[in-house]
Every structure is written in structure tokens, then in C-alpha cells.
């Protein structure tokens, strides 16, 4: 008679490469979700601070500052959450974004970007013609 002897890890290695793939592959996930949530932040807070800077120069100019920014915005890609008009001339934006991702379940479970942002002429800044200069 002849004794079979069977390793009773045979077979664990395939076990532990593919468990090291899937981590892998989580890893590589979560790291471009993190890629994909910066991204759309960072092309909200651009969205809001062009929309600011439009309507602040809209006020300036004598036209409507909230509705100039909020064209502004939505040609960035974004939506706009509120504008107002503060004093001296100062308009606040705020703007969203839905971050998307590759079929849509990652941008729902990444939300939203939000981003504010504030444009008008500077404190203390000297009149425009400047006269004050000696």
C-alpha cells in the first residue's frame, strides 16, 4: 500500500494572489475616486471664482451681477447655489457641481462639490484715476 499525503495548503497560494489582487484593485478604485472628487472641486471653486469675477465686474459696469454670474458658471460646468451682492461693490458666489463617475455609481457616492467665492475691488484701494498720487 502506498500512503497518499496531501498538503492541505496545496491550493493557497491561488487563494492569496487573488486576494492580493482584489485589494489591489479596491486600492485603485478608492485612489481615483479621491482623483475624481479633487478634480471636480477644483473645477467648481474655478467655476465660482470666474462667476464672482464676472459679477463683480457686471456691478461695476452697471448690469445685472447675479445673472452674469450665474451664465458664467453654468458654461464652467457647475450650478449656481446663491450670489449676493455685499457692500462696496463685493459679489459672493456660491457654486455645486455632482461629481461624475464611470457609470454614475462612484459620482453618487462622491456628491457633490461645493465651492464659494468673493470678487471686488480691493479695501482701501486707491480711486482709478488716481488723482490721490503725487
Known sequence: MSARWRDPERGAGT???LGIVAATLLLALGIAALGTAQNVRGATQAAADLGALAGATALRDGFDPCGTAGAVV?????EIASCEVLGGGVVRVVATRAAA?????????????????RAGPRVGAPPENGSEMG
Do not use: D, I
Not at 453654468?74 to 457647475?78: D, F, H, M
Not at 463617475?101 to 467665492?117: F, K, M, N, V
Open 15 to 17: 487563494v492569496l494572489v
Open 101 to 117: 463617475g464611470p457609470g454614475g455609481e462612484l459620482g453618487s457616492a462622491l456628491g457633490q462639490a461645493r465651492a464659494s467665492a
Open 74 to 78: 453654468a458654461r464652467n460646468g457647475a
